[in-house]
């Protein structure tokens, strides 16, 4: 249990944390959201041509406030989907550029190497960073380890994406199987 002297001590320390207060502090906390683009309103366009390939009908618009829960469940696996692959662009152009970094690298293959160093990114973060040490020598570049965090940073919101997009794949089908029953239960009547 808290003590009252700790419970004072809190409410002082508590009044003296209250985020940055200098104008660069307060400039450079406002873009800590932004700093990598994955959590950004999706592209409309983008995400219409996705919505209306999920709906299957060229005309169909997603405007959320006149939609059905089947609409509502296509809207948030198209938001996944090009999410999904916004982020395999980001990663590619992130390999791309470790690519050109390699020219300097001290490994034989480079291609068999960033490849490996993708799937190792992907599944298992200690493996790709014994291979990104052995590539680039003790001493990588600045640009070099910038992007290798990058890629491990990018490799966490995929598996994440994946995931939110498998939900939400799966919430359209039901909510898709279940309106296909209701009209052949319809028909045969």
Not at 42 to 64: K, N, Q, S, T, V
Not at 115 to 123: D, I, N, P
Request: proline letters at 3%.
């Amino acid at each position: 249990m808290t003590t009252r002297k700790q419970q004072e001590a809190n409410r002082r320390n508590a009044g003296r944390s209250t985020g940055p207060r200098t104008s660069t502090g307060k400039a450079a906390s406002a873009r800590n959201a932004r700093r990598h683009g994955f959590y950004a309103a999706p592209d409309a366009a983008e995400l219409e041509a996705m919505y209306r390939i999920i709906m299957g009908d060229e005309a169909a618009r997603p405007d959320p406030s006149c939609l059905g829960s089947r609409e509502l469940a296509a809207l948030a696996l198209a938001e996944a989907e090009v999410r999904l692959a916004w982020l395999r662009r980001a990663e590619a152009a992130r390999l791309r550029e470790l690519e050109s970094e390699l020219a300097h690298c001290l490994h034989d293959n480079r291609a068999l190497l960033l490849a490996r160093l993708q799937e190792m990114v992907w599944h298992d973060k200690e493996r790709a960073a014994a291979q990104f040490r052995e590539a680039f020598g003790p001493e990588p570049s600045e640009r070099a380890q910038t992007l290798q965090r990058e890629l491990v940073t990018i490799a966490g919101h995929r598996r994440r994406l994946v995931g939110r997009r498998r939900r939400a794949f799966r919430r359209w089908y039901q909510l898709d199987q279940s309106q296909c029953d209701g009209l052949q239960t319809r028909s045969k009547e």
